[in-house]
């Protein structure tokens, strides 16, 4: 076992989906232990139910701390959240308020022990945005939570799976029938400038190839079906290329994703939720991550939902959860990276040394 592993605190999401499923698929796994020390924000007897459910042995012990600062390597921490005045009845399958209620409760505990780096990164386990909404969480998802304690800072939703381009929606959890209105030159170019920045420093590529996608089919057909791209999407791609970003386009979506095109690129923009999402995920489903980047906090999910199809029949697979795990390490190793190589430039010695030179 080895000293100074990273902490990730773990949400149990909603605990009528996969998400105690996967988390303890993952966390059966010996080997993860050498990896992370993992604190999970639940309910022991969730973890019992879903243990008896699918018969799930665990590797390592639990350990119920009352703190993040508590925690012990090689050990399952688990931090209780308050249950009180919310039935616990489990429904693998069903949604129900009791489930999003606790699955807040976990969301607003974690997210103050990451601000407060008690832990060094959050993986979240799904929720039903139905059953979480109320007045005291009225955020259509985790990137907007994530996102309201920093008012100055402006999160990108990405994803990405190890041999994909890493996709960015440039608009996200809005109606459809506002996308084009929302897509400006000015909201484009910075978050371009933005998602570069988000490929240096949290996935480690230096100088990105970046495709943007059009709007409208056939990228507009050159203004015949559409005009964003000849007056807003391709001007801003001249702009930046010429300012020396890798950046290309607009590109026709089924195009670029049909042909295998994405390949020669290490990113893509897309214009809304859905054109990004349908293609990554009918690649990607099963390994995929959601990153919240763009945040001072490291935040990651499977890029799943609930399943409620599949919850509690022991069909749910961990491969998306754990690389989720893998990346939120992955991402504060090239943060911390990133700091110290950038933290003392280097000194211009030889220009130092001509100027002494040059006063003597």
């Given at each position: 076992?080895?000293n100074n592993l990273f902490k990730i605190g773990i949400t149990h999401g909603d605990f009528n989906g996969v998400g105690y499923e996967v988390l303890l698929k993952t966390l059966s796994d010996d080997r993860i232990f050498d990896l992370f020390t993992p604190i999970v924000y639940g309910a022991q007897e969730f973890v019992e139910y879903y243990q008896r459910l699918l018969s799930i042995e665990l590797s390592r012990q639990i350990k119920v701390i009352g703190r993040a600062t508590d925690a012990t390597d090689g050990v399952i921490n688990l931090i209780p959240i308050s249950t009180g005045g919310v039935p616990t009845d489990v429904t693998?399958?069903?949604?129900?308020?009791?489930?999003?209620?606790?699955?807040?409760?976990?969301?607003?505990?974690?997210?103050?022990?990451?601000?407060?780096?008690?832990?060094?990164?959050?993986?979240?386990?799904?929720?039903?945005?139905?059953?979480?909404?109320?007045?005291?969480?009225?955020?259509?998802?985790?990137?907007?939570?994530?996102?309201?304690?920093?008012?100055?800072?402006?999160?990108?939703?990405?994803?990405?799976?190890?041999?994909?381009?890493?996709?960015?929606?440039?608009?996200?959890?809005?109606?459809?029938?506002?996308?084009?209105?929302?897509?400006?030159?000015?909201?484009?170019?910075?978050?371009?400038?933005?998602?570069?920045?988000?490929?240096?420093?949290?996935?480690?590529?230096?100088?990105?190839?970046?495709?943007?996608?059009?709007?409208?089919?056939?990228?507009?057909?050159?203004?015949?079906?559409?005009?964003?791209?000849?007056?807003?999407?391709?001007?801003?791609?001249?702009?930046?290329?010429?300012?020396?970003?890798?950046?290309?386009?607009?590109?026709?979506?089924?195009?670029?994703?049909?042909?295998?095109?994405?390949?020669?690129?290490?990113?893509?923009?897309?214009?809304?939720?859905?054109?990004?999402?349908?293609?990554?995920?009918?690649?990607?489903?099963?390994?995929?991550?959601?990153?919240?980047?763009?945040?001072?906090?490291?935040?990651?999910?499977?890029?799943?939902?609930?399943?409620?199809?599949?919850?509690?029949?022991?069909?749910?697979?961990?491969?998306?959860?754990?690389?989720?795990?893998?990346?939120?390490?992955?991402?504060?190793?090239?943060?911390?990276?990133?700091?110290?190589?950038?933290?003392?430039?280097?000194?211009?010695?030889?220009?130092?040394?001509?100027?002494?030179?040059?006063?003597?």
């Amino acid at each position: 076992m080895r000293n100074n592993l990273f902490k990730i605190g773990i949400t149990h999401g909603d605990f009528n989906g996969v998400g105690y499923e996967v988390l303890l698929k993952t966390l059966s796994d010996d080997r993860i232990f050498d990896l992370f020390t993992p604190i999970v924000y639940g309910a022991q007897e969730f973890v019992e139910y879903y243990q008896r459910l699918l018969s799930i042995e665990l590797s390592r012990q639990i350990k119920v701390i009352g703190r993040a600062t508590d925690a012990t390597d090689g050990v399952i921490n688990l931090i209780p959240i308050s249950t009180g005045g919310v039935p616990t009845d489990v429904t693998p399958g069903e949604a129900t308020r009791p489930a999003g209620i606790l699955a807040v409760r976990a969301l607003m505990k974690a997210r103050d022990d990451v601000m407060a780096g008690n832990v060094d990164a959050l993986v979240t386990a799904p929720i039903n945005k139905d059953m979480t909404w109320s007045p005291e969480f009225q955020y259509p998802g985790h990137t907007e939570f994530f996102a309201d304690p920093y008012s100055d800072s402006r999160p990108l939703m990405l994803f990405s799976m190890e041999g994909l381009p890493v996709v960015g929606l440039l608009t996200t959890h809005i109606p459809i029938s506002m996308v084009s209105e929302t897509i400006t030159k000015e909201l484009l170019t910075d978050y371009l400038l933005r998602f570069e920045k988000a490929l240096s420093v949290d996935f480690g590529i230096p100088k990105p190839r970046i495709a943007v996608e059009g709007l409208n089919p056939h990228a507009g057909e050159g203004g015949m079906l559409g005009s964003e791209e000849v007056q807003i999407i391709a001007p801003v791609v001249r702009e930046l290329f010429d300012k020396g970003m890798l950046v290309f386009g607009p590109y026709s979506s089924d195009g670029l994703w049909g042909s295998g095109a994405y390949r020669r690129f290490d990113a893509v923009v897309a214009m809304y939720h859905d054109q990004g999402l349908i293609p990554f995920k009918l690649l990607a489903m099963n390994g995929g991550v959601n990153v919240t980047s763009g945040l001072p906090i490291v935040r990651t999910s499977p890029d799943h939902g609930t399943a409620y199809d599949i919850a509690g029949k022991g069909e749910a697979s961990p491969t998306s959860f754990r690389a989720a795990i893998y990346k939120a390490i992955d991402i504060l190793r090239s943060r911390k990276l990133n700091a110290e190589i950038t933290a003392n430039p280097l000194v211009d010695q030889y220009s130092t040394k001509t100027r002494e030179d040059r006063r003597r």
